[in-house]
């Protein structure tokens, strides 16, 4: 009979990601005794499906996400953390005058069609739509509010407000792009939920752009936000890539003096009846006064005990997709109209998602002699094992064989790349599918009312992107320091 070793920490983060080092990293800076923290990462690197790679001849590929937006509360929280952190002279900024900014493309019915990006362009018939856009806006302010509180597909919602050719062209692919997802599945209110907001305060999405209040950053934001607004940025990266961002807080907490225990996953969580939880991690028991999970929602759900059955079937029904990644790159410069990359609606009898134009975003990952591109098509989300079969046995081969030929039909480039980097990022994106926002709250209000020593961050909750993360860490951790003393509840006076 195995004896488990017993461990002990007063605050355990569950998951080595961005959400899970945001965490810790906000909480040591709260606590006396940063020491007393505890961070579990499965894998043998941090980051999460944040993940840079460089090539030998200097190149830098991102396998994960590639840019973050500078703007709203969320944004700003990642740039603050950014300055903490002394990477700004790392920063590659994008104005929002750069043609990676401006140019978005669609390929449908065998041709890539630009998306208006001006005055002009809404006055004038775009390739993409029958007739020009500017009398579908022109009367959506008139169109009837929606009275019923359910929630709605993004797709039903822009057919209603706007159009179907809007929903066909714009609500789907970009679905598609942000959440590899089926937009008539995926909930507005969860997904876009400024625009639910629009319609909800002003009856009208137009009213609501108008009309709407803009908010700015508090006295309190760091220099470098003040220099993203004044310098127009609309996306930004770093040097070496993000990866760059989650290995500087990674030794940033090493710094600070938080543990971290690698390599061993957590394959069981129980819950005492003195407000504490105990992680089994291969032969060892780790008890805590207070866990944060920044697990995905189906993956803590695979841990939790069957005593909490309603807890984890909630968390069971925020389902993942995978995501097949290709990063090529090819001699010479063959993007012909420059532009952040090309989406592809659902509509359309390919296996692709969308291709992005790495190097007319971020040039400076080019090789440093010059003279190459880099492209990163993705396949698969929603549709990855109608089309590919299970994400643990694929081919990769077959994933780059379809992104080499996608991307020979889509941009017309005849030549073969001189190198591929596959990967398959398997349950990678949480699907924000209608009712999500009430599931949300019925799995937060679970932890609350039965007084467990858990807190939820990451992508699987309250947005998927990498400032959504940071930001929700940072409020969770703001919720903790304001339960300050609440012993009952595992959170002790030595937070501060």
Same mark, same amino acid.
């Given at each position: 009979?195995?004896?488990?070793?017993?461990?002990?920490?007063?605050?355990?983060?569950?998951?080595?990601?961005?959400?899970?080092?945001?965490?810790?990293? +906000? !909480?040591?800076?709260?606590?006396?005794?940063? @020491?007393?923290?505890?961070? !579990?990462?499965?894998?043998?690197?941090?980051?999460?499906?944040?993940?840079?790679?460089?090539?030998?001849?200097?190149?830098?590929?991102?396998?994960?996400?590639?840019?973050?937006?500078?703007?709203?509360?969320?944004?700003?929280?990642?740039?603050?953390?950014? @300055?903490?952190?002394?990477?700004?002279?790392?920063?590659?900024?994008?104005?929002?005058?750069h043609p990676g900014a401006t140019n978005r493309f669609i390929y449908s019915r065998g041709k890539v069609h630009k998306l208006p990006n001006s005055i002009i362009s809404i006055l004038k018939k775009q390739s993409l739509f029958s007739q020009s856009l500017l009398p579908t806006i022109l009367k959506e302010p008139f169109k009837e509010k929606r009275i019923s509180e359910n929630d709605e597909s993004v797709y039903s919602f822009f057919s209603?407000?706007?159009n179907r050719e809007v929903a066909e062209y714009i609500g789907d692919p970009v679905c598609r792009g942000i959440f590899a997802g089926d937009a008539r599945a995926l909930s507005l209110r969860a997904v876009f939920p400024a625009v639910y907001e629009?319609?909800?305060? +002003?009856?009208?999405?137009?009213?609501?752009?108008?009309?709407?209040?803009?908010?700015?950053p508090g006295p309190d934001a760091s220099p470098l936000v003040q220099r993203s607004i004044n310098e127009k940025w609309s996306i930004w990266s770093l040097d070496g890539?993000? =990866?760059?961002?989650?290995?500087?807080?990674?030794?940033? !907490?090493?710094q600070m003096g938080v543990k971290f225990i690698v390599g061993k996953p957590c394959f069981a969580i129980d819950f005492t009846d003195d407000y504490k939880?105990?992680? %089994?991690?291969?032969?060892?028991?780790?008890?805590?006064?207070?866990?944060?999970?920044?697990?995905?929602?189906?993956?803590?759900? @695979?841990?939790?005990?069957?005593?909490?059955?309603?807890?984890?079937?909630?968390?069971?029904?925020?389902?993942?997709?995978?995501?097949?990644?290709?990063?090529?790159e090819y001699n010479g410069n063959i993007i012909k109209d420059e532009g952040f990359g090309v989406l592809l609606p659902s509509s359309e009898a390919t296996k692709v998602l969308g291709i992005i134009y790495d190097s007319c975003l971020f040039p400076q990952h080019d090789r440093k002699d010059g003279g190459h591109t880099r492209l990163t098509v993705m396949m698969g989300g929603?549709?990855?094992?109608?089309?590919?079969?299970?994400?643990?046995?694929?081919?990769?081969?077959?994933?780059?064989?379809?992104?080499?030929?996608?991307?020979?039909?889509?941009?017309?480039?005849?030549?073969?790349?001189?190198?591929?980097?596959?990967?398959? %990022?398997?349950?990678?994106?949480? =699907? +924000?599918?209608i009712g999500h926002t009430s599931r949300v709250n019925r799995i937060f209000? +679970?932890?609350?009312?039965?007084?467990?020593?858990l807190s939820l961050v990451g992508s699987s909750y309250k947005g998927v992107g990498v400032n959504d993360c940071v930001y929700n860490a940072k409020v969770m951790v703001e919720e903790l320091v304001a339960k300050n003393g609440n012993k009952d509840r595992g959170i002790v006076s030595e937070v501060e």
């Open positions: 009979m195995v004896v488990a070793n017993k461990l002990s920490s007063r605050f355990t983060v569950l998951g080595g990601g961005i959400s899970g080092l945001s965490a810790a990293y +906000y !909480l040591a800076k709260h606590h006396s005794k940063p @020491s007393d923290i505890t961070v !579990l990462e499965a894998s043998g690197r941090f980051g999460g499906w944040m993940h840079s790679k460089r090539s030998p001849e200097g190149a830098v590929f991102e396998q994960g996400p590639r840019s973050l937006r500078p703007a709203g509360p969320p944004g700003w929280t990642t740039l603050d953390l950014v @300055s903490e952190l002394g990477l700004e002279s790392n920063i590659i900024p994008v104005n929002t005058s209603r407000r706007l629009m319609e909800k305060n +002003y009856g009208s999405v137009v009213k609501g752009a108008l009309l709407g209040k803009s908010v700015k890539g993000l =990866q760059t961002f989650a290995d500087k807080l990674h030794n940033s !907490l090493n939880a105990i992680l %089994q991690i291969a032969e060892e028991k780790l008890e805590t006064d207070h866990l944060i999970s920044s697990l995905s929602a189906d993956r803590l759900a @695979s841990i939790l005990p069957s005593s909490h059955s309603n807890l984890v079937d909630a968390l069971s029904e925020i389902k993942p997709v995978s995501v097949g990644l290709v990063n090529l929603h549709w990855f094992e109608e089309q590919f079969g299970h994400p643990d046995i694929v081919d990769t081969s077959v994933l780059t064989d379809t992104a080499v030929d996608a991307v020979a039909k889509i941009m017309g480039v005849s030549k073969d790349p001189i190198k591929t980097l596959t990967s398959v %990022q398997t349950n990678c994106i949480s =699907q +924000y599918h209000n +679970y932890v609350r009312d039965n007084g467990l020593p």
